[in-house]
């Protein structure tokens, strides 16, 4: 796909790093809300051991969804928009061909 050799302006970088951060930000917060709630309903040791392989599966998916590389963030931003994490809106100060791409990608 001709995204991955895409140009990135100064201004693109810019506003992807800022979107991706609001994302990650987001998502972070859900996690650990989820997880105090969680927590506080540790009564037993197989309670325990549930909620590490919970964290260990949110870990595994959390550092595969955010990887910061230029070549790759489309594909990122499609994802993240698709889960809920991020809007398109929130896209401002990328080209319109990106967006373009983004958002046919989160729609599939």
Avoid at 48 to 58: E, T
Avoid at 91 to 101: Q, V
């Amino acid at each position: 796909m001709q995204v991955m050799n895409a140009e990135w302006t100064t201004t693109e970088e810019t506003a992807a790093r800022k979107a991706f951060d609001i994302a990650y930000k987001r998502e972070i917060g859900a996690l650990i809300d989820s997880v105090r709630h969680r927590a506080s309903s540790v009564n037993e040791i197989d309670d325990m051991w549930r909620l590490h392989d919970f964290l260990s599966i949110k870990r595994h998916e959390v550092d595969g969804r955010y990887d910061y590389q230029l070549s790759m963030l489309v594909f990122v931003f499609a994802g993240l928009v698709k889960d809920g994490w991020l809007s398109i809106d929130e896209l401002e100060g990328l080209s319109t061909d990106k967006i373009s791409k983004i958002a046919a990608l989160a729609s599939m």
